[in-house]
């Protein structure tokens, strides 16, 4: 190889120089929510074949999963029919509940706080090679009206942003990364926190709050949402409950471990909030 | 045709990573398939040859999910480097010491990037690492080697001819 290079040195150099040439222009030239276009056209080759290869998997491992469970889904028949028999019960109650709510707030004329949001949903087709991070890549980009720092959710609650984009991709970056912080609040004390993700000694999917007062009133089974602060996420998504409170090493403060409400490791569609790149003003 | 076979190759591996490899997870840990071809292909080939692809393999990841680039790129140059090294000088050209490279090379890289997370103050539990997340993959791709050395091995036997 060196003989190589003695011989041709012009032609390696020029090759070297081009290429050079094209990484500098194409990590410096990144367009203001967007990915460098290098990084976007190999994202847009890859993107159908991961989408073909997640495929494929997914019904191979379907298959497997159905012959596996075929054997405890008697059990959870009876086990699921006893639960809706319940929740119907359940449900008569509410619903009283709910018509007196109404009435209540028609008398005291509080607007209902509607929470619609404009949401693309999105299938996960890659995830990030390695055991250090939990992102993944979506089949969603700004082709479909999304944009960076986009927050993402799913039915059980939020999975993370997308910190990077491309016109049929994105990037997500989740909140049990260990590099990941969000905002959030407790709604039973009105308490103001931050939930970090971490790798834990027990088990490898749970976030943290750390430097929580000592005198707080958290309590095992608080749920935790967004708090809307710093413009990453919208306020009253739901992050998830804590699991268990330590005391930290100084004595002063506590570490609490919070359960995600979801499931990050089953995790395959989410749904992507679009804000028409409102969501990086605060970034 | 080298070329061809090596870019099928890189390409096939990391399509695998991304899209199977967490399926095949043991105690939630997933091998890592492109170190595991990088160690193969520079026993197969050479030193020089498996820097060169530790580079490219290295940019491939900093292009599509670095964010800080050249971090995957200088993992994976020195990890072809340092293979090149060790079977270029002390290490026979055989499956099993092929497995042993690639688990001792999995530990140094797991050891980077635990310095690297403490030096961006993020947070992790060292002996957690170590235990539930280096040591295992180390072992899931030592054993993946195996069988993999043996068909890369065979597919430049047969279709590379230098």
Known sequence: MFRFIKQHYITVLIVAVIVLAVLAAAFAGKKEGKTNFVADAAGIVLTPLQGSFHWVFDNISGIFQYIGDIRTNAQDNEALTHRVQELESELVEFEDLRMENDRLRSLLDLKERQREYDTVGAEIIAKEPGNWFTNFTID????DGLSQSDPVINTSGLVGYIYDIGTTWAKVSTIVAPTSSTGAVLPRTGEEVVVDGIQDQKSSILCKMSYVPKDSNIMVGDTIETSGLGGMYPKGLYIGRVKE???????????????????FKRLREVLVIRSGGAGSEGR | MGIL???????????????FAFRIAIFDVTPNLLLCVLVCYTVCRSKEKGLFLGFIIGMLLDLLWGRS??????AY??????????????????????????????ILYGFGTQVLMFLTHTSFAFSYSFLRIILPEAVYNGLLTLPLYIVI?????????D
Do not use: W
């Open chain 1, 140 to 143: 969603k980009g700004t082709m």
């Open chain 1, 245 to 263: 409170i330590q005391n930290s090493q100084d004595g002063l403060t506590r570490d609490v471990l919070v359960e995600p409400a979801v499931d």
């Open chain 2, 5 to 19: 076979l090596t870019t099928i190759i890189v390409l096939l591996s990391y399509l695998l990573q991304t899209t």
């Open chain 2, 69 to 74: 680039f050249g971090l995957y790129t200088i």
């Open chain 2, 77 to 106: 140059l020195c990890i072809g480097a340092l293979c090149g090294l060790a079977f270029d000088n002390f290490l026979s050209h055989n499956v099993f010491t092929c497995a042993l490279a690639s688990f001792a090379l999995t």
């Open chain 2, 153 to 161: 091995n065979n597919l430049y036997a047969k279709f590379v001819t």
